[in-house]
């Protein structure tokens, strides 16, 4: 049986149950894409459920508020994608009428969108004969046919889309394109495979030749930066603390979080932190709320984060209410202390 018909038919057994696959609405399928994003189904599905609901329409979307739109993204991480999100729904609903553009050229020239997610609506919405490929069509089609190219490049990836496209199906362009994904997914995975159970084990060189565990090749990442994050929590004797929201162009963009000092390294001493928190403040007492940091690791860099707790005399000037902090978008790790610091 064809290489094609083995992986639709596989799929027509095994595929998951999920919202975007019942739907060739452009915006919702543009809305998962964008989420599953170096995110996991099990991780985007609650985020899709939430947004879908809060904004069933791209014009929904566009006429919310930033702020809101970062609250609901909250935990899903790689907030730039939220941003870009939001800046498309607005050229979509106010540009473009709130039409999507119907095919795979057009939809590249949103922002945020890239080649596989251009292909993804493409395909999905439109029908368009284009590959989809992202992780796991690379690790499918590396063992099986063999293929022992560098992933990380960008002549690879072009390999792989041609590859992809010769055995594509043209009248099942979507349906072959789910079904390579899946597979990926839920039967030639990263590590430990079942290759004794797959349908295509018999014509899979990786299994033939004992590289399944060798393929994909990807040469490896540059060392991941890091930094030192203090966060200077105070509190005042009404119930109000201090945020500001991140405007440079960096991590967390847009989102809110403590007054920061950001040292060079681990051994930094508290004396800078200390000297920051007392500036215009009648203080009562200053101190680390952990013994040690906690590591929060991002794409290319780590960051150490501690919470130095900074306790104050009658009002903070522009303070905002604890109990208001639920509705400023902050990242995830603050977001947490947040909850665990005012239970």
Same mark, same amino acid.
């Given at each position: 049986?064809? +290489?094609?018909?083995? @992986?639709?038919?596989?799929?027509? %057994? ?13 915006y919702?399928?543009?809305? &998962? ?7 996991r ?7 899709? @459920?939430? +947004? ?7 014009s ?10 970062l ?5 899903? #991480? ?10 498309t729904?607005k ?16 939809l590249?020239?949103l ?12 395909s ?17 089609l &590396?063992?099986? +046919? ?9 002549a ?11 055995l ?5 362009a979507?349906? +072959?394109?789910q079904?390579?994904m899946e597979? #990926? ?15 295509? %084990? ?5 299994v033939?030749? %004992?590289?399944?565990?060798?393929l994909?090749?990807? $040469?490896?990442? $540059?060392?991941?930066k ?12 009404? #119930? ?13 963009? %847009? ?11 681990a051994q ?20 680390t709320?952990?013994?040690?940091a906690?590591?929060?690791k991002?794409?290319?860099? &780590?960051?150490?984060i ?38």
């Amino acid at each position: 049986m064809p +290489f094609a018909k083995l @992986l639709i038919t596989w799929y027509l %057994n095994n595929k998951r149950d999920l919202p975007w696959r019942d739907t060739t609405d452009p915006y919702l399928i543009w809305l &998962s894409e964008i989420m599953l994003q170096q995110t996991r189904v099990a991780q985007g599905l609650p985020y899709f @459920l939430t +947004f879908s609901e809060h904004f069933p329409t791209v014009s929904d979307l566009a006429r919310a508020d930033e702020q809101q739109v970062l609250r609901l993204w909250q935990g899903l #991480g790689y907030y730039s994608r939220a941003r870009n999100l939001h800046q498309t729904a607005k050229y979509i609903a106010f540009e473009l009428a709130g039409k999507f553009p119907e095919n795979y050229h057009d939809l590249l020239k949103l922002k945020g969108v890239g080649d596989y997610t251009a292909a993804a609506i493409a395909s999905f919405a439109y029908g368009e004969a284009v590959p989809v490929v992202d992780g796991n069509v690379f690790r499918v089609l &590396s063992r099986y +046919f063999g293929i022992e190219s560098d992933i990380a490049q960008q002549a690879t990836k072009k390999e792989f889309t041609a590859l992809a496209a010769e055995l594509m199906p043209p009248d099942s362009a979507a349906l +072959f394109n789910q079904a390579i994904m899946e597979f #990926g997914a839920l039967q030639c995975t990263p590590k430990n495979p079942d290759c004794d159970t797959c349908p295509l %084990n018999d014509g899979c060189l990786a299994v033939k030749y %004992n590289k399944v565990s060798q393929l994909p090749v990807k $040469s490896k990442k $540059s060392q991941s930066k890091s930094r030192y994050f203090s966060y200077l929590v105070y509190e005042d004797e009404s #119930g109000h603390t201090m945020i500001q929201k991140r405007t440079a162009k960096d991590i967390w963009h %847009n989102l809110y979080e403590f007054p920061l000092v950001e040292s060079v390294s681990a051994q930094a001493d508290l004396s800078k932190v200390i000297e920051s928190a007392m500036e215009k403040q009648d203080i009562i007492s200053v101190k680390t709320l952990d013994s040690k940091a906690t590591t929060h690791k991002l794409t290319h860099q &780590s960051l150490h984060i501690r919470f130095v707790s900074v306790k104050v005399r009658g009002r903070l000037a522009d303070g905002v209410a604890v109990a208001d902090l639920e509705a400023y978008p902050f990242p995830i790790v603050l977001a947490n202390f947040i909850k665990n610091h005012w239970k």
